[in-house]
């Protein structure tokens, strides 16, 4: 019936065209040719059009999670993690040595500095006056031995100068001493005696071959004995960098107002005076769990999470507390068990297939 329309209206066409005393040649009677095959190729009314030719059929995505016991789980085979970059690790638990987040100050020496050149300015303005001291002390012995040969003036020149040379070696003896005093002072005996001896540990710090840390506990936080050894976090990456105990501090932090301690740090740990850090001290208390890395912590929704084996090729999202103690630079979980198979490498991605499963997406901002 299409077809036989679209003779018609081809014929039709043509019979206008005669009738107006027109020729169709060439292109326009290939176009009317073209409008015909293009009518009786168009189906009748009410009949189906024919399906679209189509390319091969889409896949449909795979589901990776089932919603078990009030939980979402997340199915990743071994072929499946280690193609989007998953590890994991059976991890036991023990008691760890918990750690306390204080705060950091690398402080600026040019104090040290000039304290210690101050120092040896006075001890050599010393050693000359003694020096000087002596040989007014020679002469004016000479002069008063002389007797009846030496006269008047000469006697009281050279004890004179004897008299002012021995004032100059007490100034200096003085000044000597008052530095040394404030070295003390300032720094504690530890730096105070480094200042005066001009050791290793202050021509580190004069070289910046080292950096000086003040950490400083939180308010109310004690220890009977500061740490031997302590971490700071460099940012941004937040990388642990070791801290060298060396004295208690002679003053606090005025932000904090806490108990600190003077630490030192090797200058090419990527911090610098005037940065302000977190630092990690090992208290004597002790806490019983599971230790999980920091690598193994996803941050979601304003909370922290890990994934946990629930059973074969399956893990689920398990939340930490915000009170959860560290323990060198681990979370101790205490509610794990006795042992538990963790996603230590990789968590991002297995929230990520969790998330996508349910059609949402995690954004940068999820994860901080």
Do not use: C
């Amino acid at each position: 019936m299409a077809a036989g329309w679209g003779g018609m209206l081809a014929g039709v066409a043509l019979g206008v065209a005669a009738t107006a005393g027109l020729t169709l040649t060439g292109a326009g009677a290939e176009l009317w040719t073209r409008t015909g095959a293009l009518l009786a190729d168009r189906p009748e009314p009410g009949t189906a059009a024919p399906p679209a030719a189509h390319g091969p059929e889409r896949a449909l995505p795979v589901v990776r999670t089932a919603v078990e016991g009030g939980r979402v789980l997340v199915r990743l085979t071994d072929a499946e993690r280690e193609r989007i970059g998953v590890e994991t690790a059976h991890l036991t638990s023990r008691a760890h040595a918990v750690e306390i987040q204080a705060y950091g100050s690398v402080l600026d020496i040019a104090r040290v500095t000039e304290l210690t050149n101050s120092y040896a300015s006075a001890r050599a303005q010393l050693q000359t006056a003694q020096a000087k001291a002596e040989v007014s002390r020679s002469a004016n012995l000479r002069a008063r031995n002389l007797g009846q040969y030496a006269t008047r003036v000469q006697v009281e020149t050279a004890e004179g100068t004897f008299q002012t040379d021995q004032a100059a070696l007490a100034a200096a003896q003085s000044q000597v001493g008052t530095l040394a005093a404030t070295a003390r002072q300032e720094w504690g005996p530890v730096i105070g005696r480094a200042i005066i001896e001009r050791s290793g540990l202050v021509t580190r710090l004069i070289e910046r071959t080292d950096f000086l840390v003040q950490v400083t506990l939180p308010p109310g936080e004690t220890l009977k004995l500061s740490p031997a050894s302590a971490f700071a976090e460099v940012p941004p990456q937040s990388e642990r960098v070791p801290l060298a105990y060396v004295s208690p501090a002679t003053r606090t932090d005025q932000r904090i107002q806490g108990v600190s301690s003077f630490y030192i740090v090797a200058g090419d740990s990527g911090l610098l005076p005037g940065m302000s850090v977190s630092a990690f001290l090992t208290s004597p208390r002790h806490a019983s769990g599971i230790a999980v890395p920091e690598s193994a912590v996803v941050h979601w929704q304003g909370g922290a999470w890990i994934y946990r084996s629930v059973g074969k090729d399956a893990f689920a999202r398990h939340r930490i507390t915000v009170d959860v103690p560290m323990s060198e630079d681990s979370f101790v979980i205490a509610d794990l068990g006795s042992e538990s198979e963790i996603v230590v490498t990789g968590p991002q991605a297995v929230l990520s297939e969790e998330m996508r499963s349910q059609g949402t997406e995690v954004g940068d901002g999820d994860d901080d």
